[in-house]
């Protein structure tokens, strides 16, 4: 019997796999967990099992408003917006804030570079730590990137130090959630 890779069930998503800082394909992430799927998918999360890749675009550009999510690191932290369409009560929403499902990010800076599309590089785990509880559609999350340690080379750096341009302003999280995530932050490390 021959079992073609669309016929096989999709293995589970194991960060194992991954190499920190490194560029990923959303094809090649894909053939790495034997899942076709992720290679079509246009979803900025894919969630399997215990875990959800983050697919993050950090300068949005001129894009649609409603698509302009505010992702971005900031002070050992990264800020992630969840979609316009998407509340605390949400089904992946609930289970990323419950720990139930653990994030993989996958990052980059811009979509595409001379029509050519960027691939994205692999910046590990996040760990929920806080999120602004008066925010819905989108939900505001504050994560520790706990892969991410020093030094920190190129290209990661770079999407690290990334800062939104003034014509998209950081988001606007409350300075309380931002103190608790940090607080949480010095407490487990």
């Not at 130090?161 to 995530?181: E, G, I, L, N």
């Amino acid at each position: 019997w021959s079992t073609s890779l669309s016929m096989r069930a999709p293995m589970a998503i194991d960060p194992k796999k991954l190499k920190i800082n490194t560029p990923y394909t959303r094809s090649e992430l894909g053939g790495i967990f034997g899942d076709e799927r992720i290679s079509g998918s246009r979803e900025g999360l894919y969630p399997d099992g215990d875990h959800v890749i983050f697919f993050v675009t950090l300068d949005k550009g001129n894009s649609n408003p409603s698509v302009s999510y505010e992702d971005y690191f900031s002070d050992g932290l990264f800020h992630w917006e969840s979609q316009s369409t998407q509340a605390p009560h949400h089904k992946n929403i609930r289970e990323i804030l419950s720990g139930e499902m653990q994030p993989l990010l996958f990052v980059r800076e811009v979509a595409k570079v001379r029509s050519q599309t960027q691939p994205f590089i692999y910046a590990g785990r996040l760990e929920y730590l806080e999120h602004d509880p008066a925010s819905s559609k989108p939900v505001k999350v504050i994560f520790d990137p706990i892969d991410v340690e020093e030094p920190i080379s190129d290209p990661l750096k770079s999407l690290i130090d990334w800062t939104p341009s003034a014509q998209r302003p950081a988001s606007k999280m409350p300075a309380s959630v931002r103190q608790s995530a940090k607080s949480k932050q010095s407490e487990k490390r």
